[in-house]
Structure formats: structure tokens, C-alpha cells
């Protein structure tokens, strides 16, 4: 399945799993993804 057509079912998916979290919880899980990913090497420039 190439790109393009997997975007939009991942994209319902993540929405879907997200839909529980609200605005705090959704604020406060990606300033933990973000502190994980700089904790890999990957920060924001």
C-alpha cells in the first residue's frame, strides 16, 4: 500500500485513538512525545 493511500486511514485512526484525551490531555501527551523524541537526538531546529 504506498502512501497516498494510507495517509488517510492512519490519519482516522490517530484522530480516533485521540478522541478520548481532551485538549489538556492531547497538550500534555505531545509535550511528552516532544521531550522523548529531543531525548533521542531529534530536536526541533
Same mark, same amino acid.
Given at each position: 500500500m504506498n502512501l497516498v493511500r %494510507? =495517509?488517510?486511514d492512519?490519519? $482516522?485512526t490517530e484522530e480516533r485513538l485521540? $478522541? %478520548?484525551l481532551g485538549t489538556d +490531555?492531547? /497538550?500534555a =501527551? %505531545? /509535550?511528552t =512525545? +516532544?521531550? =522523548?523524541?529531543e531525548s533521542l537526538g531529534d530536536?526541533? /531546529?
Open positions: %494510507a =495517509l488517510p492512519h490519519l $482516522a485521540l $478522541a %478520548a +490531555r492531547r /497538550d =501527551l %505531545a /509535550d =512525545l +516532544r521531550e =522523548l523524541l530536536g526541533v /531546529d
